[in-house]
Structure formats: structure tokens, C-alpha cells
Nanobody, 127 residues
């Protein structure tokens, strides 16, 4: 069982930055692939970024490439999402998720592949 708690959301002006954190409980955090998703009002939940067990493999949605960086610290049971050059269209509730990867380099993109989800943290970007 893994419990996930996101933090770091808030209100920021366009062009600004935020760093989201996702703290995980459970002894096997390092064996889970992790991901960030977001959901804006009236829209489907969408993939943002993912990272493998070791942190050696990462993957981003096209709209986030070059602006967002996902990382993890397995010693702290925490995954991060550094968001730079934020745009009003980045406004959403951001969720972290944990899923069992099949290998140390596995990246999970489909939300159905994830087993555990956090409660979400609101990010609002003003224009």
C-alpha cells in the first residue's frame, strides 16, 4: 500500500515557477514508477510527466517538454515536478500517482497503469 500526498500548489503569474512535491508512505516507494497528471475544470485528466523507479528514465507530454522537470529522491520517498514558464493553460489540479513498473526503466503514461493516487494540489496561473 502506498499513500501519496501532494503539496506546493498555489497561485502564480504567467511566466512564473512552482515546484510540486509528492510525499509517499510505504517501504517500497523506490520500486514504483511515478507520474504526474492534471485535470482542468471540464476536461479529462491528462498525462504530464513520468519517471522510472531509479529516476534514470523520464518522459513528458509534448506541451511540457522544456518547461517541466520530474525528479525523485528515493531516500526521501518524494517525487517532484518543477514547473517553469507557467502559462494560464497550465491551471489545473495536479495529481501524483504510483504504479508497478516491470523494470527499472519502465515509464507509465496511461493513467490506468497506476495503482495509487494522491488527493491533488491546485495550481492556478494568472495572465
Amino acid at each position: 500500500q502506498v499513500q501519496l500526498v501532494e503539496s506546493g500548489g498555489g497561485l502564480v503569474q504567467a511566466g512564473g515557477s512552482l515546484r510540486l512535491s509528492c510525499a509517499a508512505s510505504g517501504r517500497t516507494f523506490s520500486s514504483y514508477a511515478m507520474g504526474w497528471f492534471r485535470q482542468a475544470p471540464g476536461k479529462e485528466r491528462e498525462f504530464v510527466a513520468a519517471i522510472s523507479w531509479s529516476g534514470g528514465s523520464t518522459y513528458y507530454a509534448d506541451s511540457e517538454k522544456g518547461r517541466f522537470t520530474i525528479s525523485r529522491d528515493n531516500a526521501k520517498n518524494t517525487v517532484y515536478l518543477q514547473m517553469n514558464s507557467l502559462k494560464p493553460e497550465d491551471t489545473a489540479v495536479y495529481y501524483c500517482a504510483a504504479g508497478q513498473g516491470s523494470s527499472i526503466v519502465t515509464i507509465l503514461v496511461d493513467p490506468d497503469e497506476y495503482d495509487y493516487w494522491g488527493q491533488g494540489t491546485q495550481v492556478t496561473v494568472s495572465s
